[in-house]
């Protein structure tokens, strides 16, 4: 039984990609790609896109940098939810924009994959939300010359381990961008 049940409705969940944020992305051409295939295909069947935008004292809202990447562009019909945390739904209008759509299920894509994505696709997940994320729809920045793991290892193993149920009554799983599907 789903949690939302009055909320059949999916959107396609657009996280940070902004110049800045994304300017030394692992793979950052074809995973932009992927979002902007996956955009066009939410708007062709009617899907909410919603478009999330960080600011900080390192990412001003209204810099250049703070801008999301030329090749996405939202619509003036689309929600752009701005946000000062890595969970999207933290002190955000975000939760009150999927609930006026009637979202119960989300399909999630962005950067950066170790941050604000799997903060976003935690947060989702214990507020009752349905998640997929696009396996190649998701990047981060390479930061192994600090001893961390590289950029690949990280998506593959957020990859891996969104791939199996998390929670009880929600769905959680992992789909590529040409296996997505928008009613």
């Given amino acids: ?3 939302f049940e009055d909320r059949p409705n999916t959107a396609l969940l657009v996280i940070d990609v902004q110049n800045d944020v994304v300017a030394a992305a692992h793979e950052r051409d074809s995973v932009v790609a992927n979002i902007a295939s996956l955009v066009e295909r939410a708007r062709v069947s009617g899907t909410p896109v919603v478009w999330i935008q ?3 004292d390192e990412l001003p809202h209204g810099t250049t940098g703070w801008e999301l990447v030329p090749e996405l562009v939202p619509t003036d ?3 752009v939810v701005g946000k000062q945390h890595r969970d999207a739904f933290e002190a955000t209008t ?6 006026d759509a009637g979202v119960g299920s989300l399909v999630v894509t962005g950067a950066q994959t170790d941050f604000c994505v799997r903060w976003t696709l935690h947060g989702a ?3 009752g939300y349905d ?3 696009v396996s190649d729809a998701h990047t981060t920045d390479d930061l192994s010359a600090y001893g961390l793991p590289t950029a690949a290892d990280i998506i593959r ?3 891996l381990f969104w791939s199996a149920g998390l929670a009880p009554d929600r769905t959680s799983g992992t789909a590529t961008a040409a296996e997505v599907t928008f009613a």
């Avoid at 975000?94 to 609930?99: D, F, I, N, R, T």
């Fill in 1 to 3: 039984m789903p949690t």
């Fill in 157 to 159: 193993h957020t990859n």
């Fill in 125 to 127: 997940l214990t507020r």
């Fill in 54 to 56: 960080h600011d900080d």
């Fill in 77 to 79: 019909d689309e929600a």
């Fill in 94 to 99: 975000l939760e009150a924009v999927l609930a």
């Fill in 131 to 133: 998640t997929v994320l």
